[in-house]
């Protein structure tokens, strides 16, 4: 069985073939500028490539319900009905983006994870994972019969907690600008630059506004304070929120971290507060303590958990499924 894989964003496409396994080819990305819809990329690539696959899965950055998605930043809408008559494939299914890496994180092996504290996981415990890219991802897996179930959650929206008070005096600030303070606004892209901007305020700094990634290389050489001030903040508040999810997950199976940042700043990770922030929490800290955190550093994680439930669908042994 030939099968279709897709990872889709609001900016580019990609897609790729798998013959059997979680082994991929002819994986090619697409800018989703030069094509009126997703079925139009999809025929230009299957026509390129000479593929006539029976069965598809794309992974969608937007809610997706009954297979089905409207992208968040684009008036494309992907739906698995429509897919399904149109390339003739026995079967398709839509999800999101979230819930692919979920899908990925049990195929996961060998150097492609990076543990920071803790035991060994405990493989019938529920997982975290929390995943700060341009927005921040939440979810879990609960373990279970049949390979368990994936919690598809909004957790990026939750209210962000302060755990001192110059936490509590970046989240004032911030909180006169937006209003409600969500994780999402600091655990991001976008909430580097947010940090950035609200110390430089508390410090009384003019600064020019800068990106995340000009922020981060401001900070490599470790002479600019200021940057280097907002990474150690992000981590901080990222291992409280993901301290956060393990208490509410009983997360002994484990947290994973999904998301392009950590693996882009992985040595100055491995150096922050994360952990302490993580096991701060007061007579619940000894609970945390062997909780295991992983950095995914698999570069496709999305694309490997659509093959993997593919394949464990025609295999019909247990996966973690929606």
């Not at 794309?58 to 390339?87: E, H, Q, S, Y």
């Not at 997982?127 to 373990?143: C, D, E, N």
């Amino acid at each position: 069985m030939q099968r279709l894989i897709g990872d889709i964003g609001g900016t580019n496409t990609r897609l790729a073939l798998v013959q059997e396994g979680t082994e991929w080819s002819h994986m090619q990305s697409f800018r989703n500028d030069e094509y009126d819809s997703l079925e139009a990329v999809i025929e230009h690539y299957l026509q390129s490539h000479d593929a006539h696959p029976d069965a598809a899965a794309l992974a969608v950055a937007g809610p997706v319900r009954d297979d089905r998605v409207r992208l968040t930043n684009r008036g494309w809408v992907v739906d698995a009905i429509g897919l399904k008559r149109k390339f003739s494939l026995e079967y398709c299914r839509v999800v999101n983006d979230f819930s692919a890496v979920a899908m990925g994180i049990p195929a996961l092996e060998g150097d492609v994870l990076e543990q920071l504290g803790g035991d060994r996981p405990n493989s019938e415990a529920p997982i975290a994972i929390v995943g700060p890219g341009t927005g921040l991802g939440v979810g879990g897996i609960v373990p279970g019969d049949g390979g368990g179930r994936i919690l598809v959650t909004e957790g990026g929206h939750a209210s962000l907690p302060a755990n001192d008070d110059q936490q509590a005096a970046i989240l004032g600030t911030l909180r006169r600008r937006f209003g409600h303070v969500s994780r999402e606004r600091v655990i991001s892209g976008q909430g580097i630059e947010n940090l950035y901007r609200a110390l430089a305020e508390i410090q009384g700094l003019d600064v020019e506004p800068l990106s995340a990634a000009e922020i981060g290389e401001a900070a490599a050489g470790r002479d600019d304070t200021l940057a280097n001030e907002t990474l150690d903040q992000f981590f901080r508040f990222l291992g409280a929120v993901a301290g956060d999810l393990a208490l509410s997950y009983g997360a002994f199976g484990g947290v994973y971290l999904a998301g392009g940042i950590v693996p882009r700043y992985l040595q100055r990770f491995r150096d922050s507060g994360f952990r302490q922030a993580f096991e701060a929490k007061g007579r619940m800290s000894e609970y945390l303590k062997p909780i295991p955190v992983f950095v995914i550093l698999h570069e496709e994680v999305e694309l490997l958990g659509l093959a993997a439930s593919l394949d464990a669908r025609e295999k019909t042994v247990p996966w973690p499924h929606l």
